[in-house]
């Protein structure tokens, strides 16, 4: 067995047992669950003395009131329980609570289907309560969430009104230095309107990463760096930026055609950083290419043209198309994402949309170092191989965060 087929067999192994721990988990947390209802039932305070099950709970399983009440909070929606009258109460998500019995749905999943219940007529609310279910046997709880919105959007097409806010005078100053280790420092004043712009677009950059992918164990300062980053290149991509000195704004990346075939070596950032030909061959999938000819001694002899790998064209089209980030999951919209070849164009991919995916930076990256694949399916639409350590099947996943077309099919 070679080392990366076994390697591959020790992760499905961890997996395996990962899963089966989770299940015996999240099974026992239901059995918990329905324990708490029935104390409340039978009245906390004649079994324990405690006025309250989240207050016996502080004491009896140690852990913060706000977490029991949520547990409290999450067992009333899934188990039926009793008015004062001994009346009985029917549970929120009956079905949801059988499920969770079995160990097979998470506590985000169980909160995300309550919550879509709660705001459903009574009528619907059994049918939808099994739309759901029967797909988050394959999907994470931030995509049940978005199909939950769905459902409420078609019974309450109007929404909610939108809020309108008054700008303030702004007051602002910033300054940017690179160190000589490569690391650059920012630091700046703004004002309130300023900043709550700022945090706003930050916030929404900096999300955690869906549940799919693993526990995402950034700090919430790596998670703020990683969307700076991000608003950068939404910054960079407008059309909208001044020239410098008669040219778009951009930053030159200098790297020999043969490291950029191996992603091995280093390419030369601007002026004076470096980054490896790896990172190099990643920006490579859709960025502006001045291709230069280097004599033994790195001299420029031929400069060509500026060429753009993907298209205004046939970027249009992959915003129609994927509508956004096409990774399972992903709530990015079209312009945080780039055009990610699926044969690389060193390889001889050809720049067209039947070897294309939309894709923001983050799951661009998962892409070129992880076991994921991607391909475009028979109906024209991309979908995504999940590494053998998340499923043994690698049955494809498709992303259904972004609204199709008004129109389409």
């Given amino acids: 067995m070679t080392e990366h087929a076994l390697w591959q067999s020790d992760a499905v192994a961890i997996a395996d047992r990962i899963g089966a721990l989770f299940a015996c988990i999240r099974s026992a947390e239901a059995e918990l669950g329905a324990l708490l209802v029935e104390i409340e039932q039978r009245g906390v305070l004649e079994l324990f003395g405690y006025r309250s099950v989240p207050r016996l709970l502080e004491h009896l399983a140690d852990v913060p009131k706000s977490s029991a009440e949520r547990m409290v909070k999450r067992a009333r929606a899934v188990n039926p329980g009793l008015s004062l009258d001994g009346t009985p109460i029917p549970a929120l998500a009956a079905a949801t609570g059988v499920v969770a019995r079995s160990g097979q749905l998470s506590n985000p999943m169980i909160d995300v289907i309550a919550g879509v219940l709660q705001d459903i007529p009574l009528e619907h609310r059994e049918g939808a309560e099994q739309h759901l279910l029967t797909f988050a046997a394959d999907a994470g709880h931030r995509q049940v969430a978005a199909l939950g919105a769905r459902i409420l959007a078609h019974l309450d097409p109007d929404g909610a009104e939108p809020d309108d806010t008054e700008p303030a005078t702004p007051t602002r100053e910033l300054s940017l230095r690179r160190k000589r280790t490569g690391i650059w420092e920012i630091s700046g004043r703004l004002d309130d309107e300023t900043g709550a712009r700022a945090s706003v677009l930050l916030d929404s950059l900096a999300q ?84 230069a000819v280097l004599g033994t001694h790195s001299e420029p002899l031929d400069v060509g043209r500026l060429r753009r790998l993907v ?29 990610h070849h699926i044969r690389h164009w060193a390889d001889g991919g050809p720049t067209e949309l039947g070897n294309l995916v939309l894709m923001c930076a983050h799951h661009h990256r998962l892409l070129h170092r992880s076991g994921w694949e991607v391909r475009i399916a028979a109906d024209g639409l991309p979908e995504f191989l999940p590494p053998v350590f998340l499923d043994k099947r690698r049955k494809p996943r498709r992303n259904n965060l972004h609204q199709p077309l008004p129109f389409a099919a």
């Fill in 311 to 339: 298209p205004r064209a046939i970027r249009h089209a992959l915003y129609l198309r994927d509508r956004g980030c096409a990774f399972p999951g992903c709530h990015r919209p079209p312009r945080h994402c780039q055009g």
């Fill in 208 to 291: 955690r990463r869906p549940a799919g992918e693993g526990p995402d164990l950034r700090s919430p300062q790596e998670r703020y760096g990683d969307a700076f980053s991000d608003a950068l290149d939404l910054a960079l991509n407008t059309p909208d930026l001044p020239m410098q000195a008669g040219d778009r704004t951009h930053v030159m990346v200098a790297v020999s055609l043969e490291d950029l075939k191996t992603g091995i070596g280093t390419a030369l950032l601007g002026d004076t950083g470096t980054i490896s030909a790896a990172e190099a061959r990643l920006h490579a999938c859709d960025c502006m290419i001045i291709p």
